[in-house]
């Protein structure tokens, strides 16, 4: 429902945990920020900033209340995208990082955990379709903790199979410097 507010949200949580006979469940927000909450005006007078900011502790404490856990999905900005590319390192600079959220200033301050996934094997395909040497590559998701409010930031690397969408562990990590 793209016309949700989070006062409705709670009610469909509420109607699913009574369908389902227990109270937990994960709820997953395809573009958080579609929830009216989330956006200005719902805060009259209040910055946008401020309004994500609110709709965030809104959403905790909906959390706490039902005893779920929600996940939220938000967009990037296009700016990654503009690099030029010229060789396959530079793949590297379209890597999504915190800036790159919009509205990342808010949504990063009261988020407790920011994922992002990467496939350098996309833009290879794009950009050196004829490269034998780049499509040799492995078609790997780079799986980037962007923010952890207990712990450190690293990245994972997982085997993507785009046939059936799955992914298998290499068992690969790097602590992220950004």
Do not use: W
Not at 34 to 63: H, P, Q, R, Y
Not at 108 to 123: G, H, Q, T, V
């Amino acid at each position: 429902n793209p016309d949700i507010s989070i006062a409705s949200l709670k009610k469909e949580i509420k109607k699913f945990q009574n369908e389902i006979g227990q109270q937990y469940c994960i709820v997953i927000l395809d573009l958080i920020t579609m929830v009216k909450d989330f956006c200005i005006g719902s805060n009259s007078g209040a910055s946008l900033a401020t309004t994500i900011e609110m709709a965030v502790n809104k959403m905790n404490a909906l959390s706490k209340e039902l005893k779920i856990h929600y996940i939220g999905t938000a967009q990037f900005n296009r700016t990654g995208e503009s690099a030029t590319i010229t060789d396959i390192e530079d793949i590297a600079k379209l890597r999504p990082s915190r800036h790159q959220i919009k509205n990342s200033g808010a949504l990063l301050e009261r988020c407790r955990y920011a994922i992002s996934l990467f496939r350098p094997k996309f833009y290879i395909d794009q950009n050196f379709p004829d490269d034998p040497v780049a499509q040799a590559e492995d078609d790997k998701v780079e799986v980037q903790l962007l923010k952890q409010s207990n712990g450190e930031c690293k990245r994972y690397y997982e085997l993507f199979n785009g046939q059936c969408f799955t992914v298998t562990p290499l068992n690969i990590e790097e602590e992220v410097t950004e």
